[in-house]
Nanobody, 117 residues
C-alpha cells in the first residue's frame, strides 16, 4: 500500500508559478513511476507529466517547456514545478504512483490550481 498526499495548489495570476508536491508513504520502496494528471471542470483527466525511477521524464504537449517534474526518492516525494501558468492550466492536479510489481497504481486526492487572467 502507498498513500499519496498532494500540496502546493492555490490561486495564481497568469504568468505566475506554483510548485506542487506529492509526498508518498507506505511501501515507497516499490514505487516505479510517478506522475501528475489534471482534470478541469467538464473535462476528462489528462496526463501532465511522468517521471520514471531512473529519472526519465515525459510531458504532455500543452505543458512542455513550462512544467518540470522531478522526484526525491530519499524523501519519497515528487514535484511539479509549473511556470508561465495560463488560465487553461486551471484544474485539480492528481499525483499517482505506479508500482513495479503488477503495475498497481495509487492516487492522491488532488490539489486545486486556479490561474486567473
Amino acid at each position: 500500500q502507498v498513500q499519496l498526499v498532494e500540496s502546493g495548489g492555490g490561486l495564481v495570476q497568469a504568468g505566475g508559478s506554483l510548485r506542487l508536491s506529492c509526498a508518498a508513504s507506505g511501501s515507497t520502496f516499490s514505487i516505479n513511476t510517478m506522475g501528475w494528471y489534471r482534470q478541469a471542470p467538464g473535462n476528462q483527466r489528462e496526463l501532465v507529466a511522468v517521471i520514471s525511477s531512473g529519472g526519465s521524464t515525459n510531458y504532455a504537449d500543452p505543458v512542455k517547456g513550462r512544467f518540470t517534474i522531478s522526484r526525491d526518492d530519499a524523501k519519497s516525494t515528487a514535484y511539479l514545478q509549473m511556470n508561465s501558468l495560463k488560465p487553461e492550466d486551471t484544474a485539480v492536479y492528481y499525483c499517482y504512483a505506479r508500482l513495479l510489481l503488477y503495475g498497481t497504481t495509487y492516487w492522491g486526492k488532488g490539489t486545486l490550481v486556479t490561474v486567473s487572467s
